[in-house]
Nanobody, 119 residues
Framework: QVQLVESGGGLVQAGGSLRLSCTAS????????MGWFRQAPGKEREFVAR????????YYADAAKGRFTISRDNAKNTVYLQMNSLKREDTAVYSC????????????WGQGTQVTVSS
């Protein structure tokens, strides 16, 4: 089992920055992929970014490219999402997820953290 806890959400003005954290506990193996997703009110959950736990390879949704950066600290079992130049449309609940097989099949999910961007 893997437990994921997100933190770092909050209220920020448009153009500002936030850094989200996702700390994992339990059995994390090097093959894991870790992802950030978001869900805005009335919309489906969407992929934001992904990182491979061991190699550090990263992937981004088009909406995140150039503004968001995903990273990890293996020693702390933590994945980060640095979000810059935030826009109102980035307002959502952000959740992290763990993919044990490394094939984009996310099995474990955190509870989510709210990000609200005001104009």
């Amino acid at each position: 089992q893997v437990q994921l806890v997100e933190s770092g959400g909050g209220l920020v003005q448009a153009g500002g920055s936030l850094r989200l954290s996702c700390t994992a506990s339990g059995r994390i193996i090097s093959a894991y992929g870790m992802g950030w997703f978001r869900q805005a009110p009335g919309k489906e959950r969407e992929f934001v970014a992904r990182i491979m736990w061991s190699a550090g390879h990263t992937y981004y949704a088009d909406a995140a490219k150039g503004r968001f950066t995903i990273s990890r600290d293996n020693a702390k079992n933590t994945v980060y999402l640095q979000m810059n130049s935030l826009k109102r449309e980035d307002t959502a609940v952000y959740s992290c997820a763990a993919d044990p097989s490394g094939s984009s099949q996310y099995v474990y999910w955190g509870q989510g953290t709210q990000v609200t961007v005001s104009s």
